[in-house]
């Protein structure tokens, strides 16, 4: 599995995933993929330049950060925290929200789903408050942001699964472990309640592409997460079956979204296997 992976990225993948890859599964070093992160910064201490691929432009973002800062806690590297702490905070509202997509993307090709707002939106603040809680950052606007959190959590009533999927990031890493625990267990009902999940039947939500669904292990994809509680292990076990029954021919796995450029294509697919990869390492199926 990891050998046909391995020669999926070295035919396809960008720089970045590639150096990923080497540091997660050949024992590469962590500076190259530090310096394929830092291609993507901007002056402002936040990422752009289509680091995370349905943003094409240059701007700085809070997915792209969100990404970048990921990626660097991934290989144990805070060099860019501060900074990116500090371009979220200027982009963030009153209540300590910060937008899902900012104005300075207007002008530049971006997904449909890129949709510019000001905003503040929980999806886009649990991202980048679970990533600053991964690093144990020390920002004033972070406990503006994690109190926005659990303020629009404890208000869910309805939800999408990328929401929902946010939401687990924000509980798993949020120092209130009580608290998280709590709030995850109404989400998982919520979840179930709402067929948020894709248990087998493949029926996507209103709204979203043929095929288009979460999964268990898109809310769980590693045994210790809060969101493992929702699912049984027979459950667990037969979506992991399914996960690794798709990989493709060529070595990678595909993703459901429209691709709405050609290139996107190309760079989000090495991605989807990269996190495939360690999705089956976390729960055991590959070492």
């Known amino acids: 599995?990891?050998?046909?992976?391995?020669?999926?990225?070295?035919?396809?993948?960008?720089?970045?995933?590639?150096?990923?890859?080497?540091?997660?599964?050949?024992?590469?070093?962590?500076?190259?993929?530090?310096?394929?992160?830092?291609?993507?910064?901007?002056?402002?201490?936040?990422?752009?330049?289509?680091?995370?691929?349905?943003?094409?432009?240059?701007?700085?973002?809070?997915?792209?950060?969100?990404?970048?800062l990921s990626l660097c806690h991934e290989?144990?590297?805070?060099?860019?925290?501060?900074?990116?702490?500090?371009?979220?905070?200027?982009?963030?509202?009153?209540?300590?929200?910060?937008?899902?997509?900012?104005?300075?993307?207007?002008?530049?090709?971006?997904?449909?789903?890129?949709?510019v707002s000001g905003d503040s939106d929980l999806l886009m603040t649990a991202l980048v408050a679970s990533v600053l809680h991964q690093f144990g950052a020390d920002h004033p606007w972070l406990g503006k942001a994690t109190e926005f959190c659990w303020d629009r959590i404890g208000m869910l009533d309805k939800s999408h699964p990328y929401e929902v999927a946010a939401c687990v990031a924000f509980l798993d890493h949020v120092p209130d472990r009580a608290r998280a625990e709590e709030e995850a267990a109404r989400l998982g009902e919520l979840v179930r309640e709402q067929g948020l999940v894709d248990l087998g039947d493949g029926q996507a939500p209103v709204g979203y592409a043929a095929g288009e669904t979460h999964k268990p292990h898109h809310y769980?994809?590693?045994?210790?997460?809060?969101?493992?509680?929702?699912?049984?292990?027979?459950?667990?076990?037969?979506?992991?079956?399914?996960?690794?029954?798709?990989?493709?021919?060529?070595?990678?796995w595909t993703f459901p979204w429209p691709a709405w450029t050609p290139v996107t294509t190309y760079e989000w697919r090495p991605i989807v296997t990269i996190v495939a990869l360690l999705t089956l390492r976390a729960y055991g199926r590959i070492n």
């Open 1 to 68: 599995m990891i050998e046909a992976a391995r020669s999926f990225l070295w035919r396809n993948a960008r720089v970045l995933e590639q150096r990923r890859f080497a540091w997660l599964f050949d024992g590469g070093a962590a500076e190259p993929v530090v310096a394929a992160v830092a291609a993507y910064r901007n002056d402002d201490g936040g990422f752009g330049h289509a680091l995370e691929p349905d943003g094409r432009g240059p701007s700085s973002q809070p997915l792209h950060t969100f990404t970048a």
């Open 220 to 252: 769980a994809s590693a045994p210790d997460s809060l969101a493992r509680r929702w699912f049984t292990d027979e459950e667990i076990s037969r979506d992991l079956d399914q996960l690794e029954q798709a990989q493709q021919d060529d070595g990678g």
């Open 75 to 115: 290989v144990g590297d805070d060099r860019f925290v501060g900074g990116a702490a500090g371009f979220l905070a200027s982009v963030a509202n009153p209540d300590g929200g910060v937008p899902n997509c900012l104005a300075t993307a207007r002008d530049h090709p971006r997904a449909p789903w890129w949709q």
